[in-house]
Nanobody, 120 residues
Framework: QVQLVESGGGLVQPGGSLRLSCAAS????????MGWYRQAPGKQRELVAG???????NYADSVKGRFTISRDNAKNTVYLQMNSLKPEDTAVYHC??????????????WGQGTQVTVSS
């Protein structure tokens, strides 16, 4: 089995910063894609930032220039640095990884979610 553990959420004032982390553990052969999604109350889950299987990055238009996704392959960890936070960034943030296990099969895994609240 594979587990994703997230950390780093919390309450921050508008204009502030937070850094989210998501570490994967378990029977991992390789991680083919990583990303961060968010879901605000009453809204659908949306992609915030991600690495494709080819290693390129993509960002939601609403976070470009403010958020940066990065990864540490040795630690099977993905990060999301969030700067200049706005109230509309308030949501539960989930990490997602497409993991190829030692069996050779690829599976989709999600973290448990971490709350980010931007408020004065």
């Amino acid at each position: 089995q594979v587990q994703l553990v997230e950390s780093g959420g919390g309450l921050v004032q508008p204009g502030g910063s937070l850094r989210l982390s998501c570490a994967a553990s378990g029977s991992i052969f390789s991680i083919n894609a990583m990303g961060w999604y968010r879901q605000a109350p009453g809204k659908q889950r949306e992609l915030v930032a991600g690495f494709t299987s080819r290693g390129s990055t993509n960002y939601a238009d609403s976070v470009k220039g403010r958020f940066t996704i990065s990864r540490d392959n040795a630690k099977n960890t993905v990060y999301l640095q969030m700067n200049s936070l706005k109230p509309e960034d308030t949501a539960v943030y989930h990490c997602n990884m497409k993991v190829r296990r030692v069996t050779g099969y690829e599976y989709d895994y999600w973290g448990q979610g971490t709350q980010v609240t931007v408020s004065s």
